[in-house]
């Protein structure tokens, strides 16, 4: 899925896709953002399986291979350890073995990046598109929400790039988003909104304490 991309990945793609027919090359009319581009794949998508790679991240050998295995014995929800690679560190994030709804409200340990779910049982899903942050963490609570847990496979499988000029890097509309996930999308109250903030930003912090910029 490509959203407007002026680095010929396009065109490369489609290049690609000439010699392989599994692979899938669209593009956005204009570019809308992750979870625009993201719910374009998922309307496309015929697998029963659904997981998501952004352009600027890695997928070890074995990811497909791994994950297949532990969906087919814990799924339909299942998430994945990976690295945390900056320009000045690389350190390892072992997911939970299990992560509910409960859980999953003080901090998000499924990312994009290595998480996946089985669409036959999960059914059909998409992103919150008046999301610009967090638009993930939303659509992992509403699956969790159901009653569903996630199971964590321990294998570090892939790498997660972090730039510290990300959007993520704005403290104060990360904690507006943060309030509107809680408050909005979960229908809980302002004050238990702004504790749900604070509980996950002690998360956050102890999440990324060996991570360097």
């Known amino acids: 899925m490509d959203d407007c991309s002026t680095d010929g990945s396009f065109e490369y793609f489609k290049e690609l896709a000439k010699d392989d027919k599994r ?56 998430t994945a350890s990976y690295r945390r690679q900056t320009e000045n560190s690389c350190t390892n994030f072992i997911v939970p073995k299990v992560t509910d709804y409960k859980r999953a409200l003080k901090g998000n340990p499924l990312s994009c990046l290595t998480t ?9 899903l998409y992103f919150d598109e008046t999301y610009d942050r967090h638009e993930d963490y939303v ?12 199971y964590g496979n321990q294998d570090v499988l892939a790498t997660y790039i972090l730039h510290s000029n990300s959007k993520n890097s704005n403290k104060t509309k990360l904690v507006k988003s943060m309030y ?11 004050l238990k ?13 102890k999440k990324y304490r060996n991570v360097r910029y």
Do not use: C
Not at 193 to 204: Q, T
């Open 23 to 78: 692979i899938v090359v669209l593009q956005t009319p204009k570019n809308g953002g992750s979870a625009v581009a993201r719910n374009i794949g998922l309307k496309h998508a015929s697998g029963r399986y659904i997981t998501f790679l952004d352009s600027d991240d890695v997928i070890d050998k074995n990811y497909f291979e791994s994950q297949l295995s532990f969906i087919q014995k814990h799924g339909p929800l299942i």
């Open 116 to 124: 996946m779910y089985d669409r036959e049982v999960i059914g059909e």
């Open 139 to 150: 659509f992992w609570l509403t699956i969790l929400k159901r009653g569903i847990v996630a």
């Open 180 to 190: 509107r996930v809680y408050h909005e999308s979960q229908g809980f109250n302002w």
């Open 193 to 205: 909104s702004w504790m749900l903030v604070f509980r996950y930003a002690l998360y956050s912090k």
